[in-house]
């Protein structure tokens, strides 16, 4: 019996897991497609690698969403670059896990844009 | 080609309300599902004032409505479900628990809806008076685009990464033809007479025009706008005039609606409304055009008759469409 309460508990277990790891996304809710997307620990320089690239044409368009992967719940600083050239950098930004989509960014925070 | 007499500061169409009169309508109600603020707002159509406010399930998107005007159905796609909002008391309950659904449209008997699952590149029949789903058919990637044939014998689902127009026969639940169009189709729209079907392009800024006997393409409809680059025209919305003689596209972030002969396929104007125009919709009358403008968080009025904007509408965040209850 604990047998299959022990199977029952890591299938459970498992796809908690893999639910946690699918809603690790970023929503794009900026005017423009996003080509590049990095995330640092806040306050560091420790950029990862550009987020866009695990979508399938390497890039996020206005009010898609895009997988993140090797991001962990915290608060980072994001970087991006769009499709206008504006390269912009959002600091202290909330990665929340356990939601539809781990954070956002909407154009009323590109505020500090260069080009 | 017409001129509009309109200049609006950063595409905001926040200074409508001072143009012109504004034409009395029909005691008409309008429900704009806005994704961000997980509500949906309800316009006034006679004051064009948001008289209420309905909280619904989160992200809500695409909606249809029931054929006797009592039910809105929303996808609600973060809540994985679609949900029912019953127009005379705004009571809102589940329908049924689906996956991430953007989209929807219904059968011609009022009996089923049809649903594009975004992330399983699904679509769902949903039988509505059972409250579950009885069919699914796999499709391209993202499906989003939903339209049922008039005579209820065809949906069609457009998906946004495989760049096609998916014809599915409703009885033999398979799909029969696969129509490329360009790139990241977003709407598909039959006309009445079930002739043709209309599909927009995002990324391809287009709209193709379907031959609903061949499932070929017979026309692409291109759209150019003094001042913007390509990248900025992008085909979102299409609605049609009730006589059809005129077709409506929204250009998402040129800010602007196109005005389409829909029988020689010119574009005969441009109207500017608010930021990243998104969905539009036709009320019963053909009198005036609402286009949901998701950047500006507001609606749109256009006065059809003149084809001018007359009213900006402050709405929740990030609208995404608008129904209309005659």
């Known amino acids: 019996m604990w047998r299959v309460v022990l199977a029952s508990l890591i299938l459970v277990a498992a796809g908690l897991t893999a639910a946690a790891v699918d809603k690790m996304r970023f929503w794009n809710l900026t005017a423009e497609t996003i080509d590049e997307l990095y995330l ?32 962990k719940p915290g608060k980072y600083d994001v970087k991006l670059v769009d499709s206008k050239g504006r390269h912009c950098l959002v600091k202290d930004v909330d990665v929340k896990a356990g939601g539809k989509y781990a954070f956002s960014i909407a154009e009323k925070q590109l505020t500090g844009c260069t080009q | 080609m017409r001129r509009n007499l309109l200049v609006l500061a950063g595409g905001s169409a926040a200074l409508l309300g001072a143009v012109g009169s504004i034409r009395p309508a029909a005691a008409e109600t309008i429900y704009v599902t806005n994704e961000k603020g997980n509500t949906v707002s309800v316009i006034d ?44 008391s705004d009571k809102v309950s589940s329908l049924v628990s689906i996956s991430d659904p953007e989209r929807v449209d219904i059968s011609p008997d009022g009996k089923f809806l049809f649903a594009s699952n975004e992330d399983d590149n699904m679509v769902s029949i949903v039988d509505i008076q059972g409250q579950r789903i009885v069919d699914q058919i796999p499709v391209g990637v993202e499906p989003e685009g939903m339209g049922v044939s008039p005579d ?41 007479d079930g002739a043709q079907f209309w599909v927009s392009s995002e990324i391809g ?10 499932f070929k393409v017979l026309k692409k409809i291109s759209f150019a706008v003094q001042g913007l680059n390509q990248e ?19 250009l998402g972030p040129a800010n602007r609606v196109a005005v389409v002969d829909a029988q020689t ?32 968080n507001d609606v749109t009025v256009i006065d059809v008759a003149s084809m001018q904007p007359i009213k900006s509408i402050p709405v929740g965040e990030e609208p995404w469409g608008a129904a209309v209850r005659p």
């Not at chain 2, 800024?205 to 061949?214: E, N, P, Q």
């Not at chain 2, 019963?284 to 500006?296: F, I, V």
């Open chain 2, 232 to 250: 900025a025209i992008q085909g979102e919305g299409i609605a049609f005039t009730p006589d059809e003689k005129t077709a409506f596209v929204a």
């Open chain 2, 152 to 192: 209820g014998k065809y949906v069609v689902n457009t998906s946004e990464t495989t760049n096609m127009a998916h014809v599915i026969d409703i009885a033999q639940k398979k799909i029969v033809a696969n129509v490329l169009v360009d790139p990241r189709p977003r709407v598909a729209v039959w006309k009445k």
């Open chain 2, 45 to 88: 159509g006679q004051t064009l004032e948001v008289t209420k406010t309905i909280p619904v399930g989160e992200r809500p998107r695409g909606f249809v409505m029931s054929h006797d005007y009592k039910t809105l159905y929303i996808c609600a796609s973060d809540s994985d479900e679609i949900e029912a909002i019953d127009l005379d």
């Open chain 1, 40 to 71: 640092a620990p806040a306050g560091t320089d420790q950029w990862g690698s550009n987020q866009c690239l695990n979508d399938n044409d390497k890039s996020v368009d206005a009010d898609e969403r895009l997988d993140l992967k090797d991001v």
């Open chain 2, 205 to 214: 800024g287009t709209v193709s025009v379907v031959d609903a006997a061949t």
């Open chain 2, 265 to 296: 396929y010119e574009v005969k104007d441009y109207i500017l409304v608010g930021q990243r125009v998104w969905n539009i919709t036709m009320d019963s009358s053909g009198a005036r055009l609402y286009s949901a403008n998701g950047l500006s």
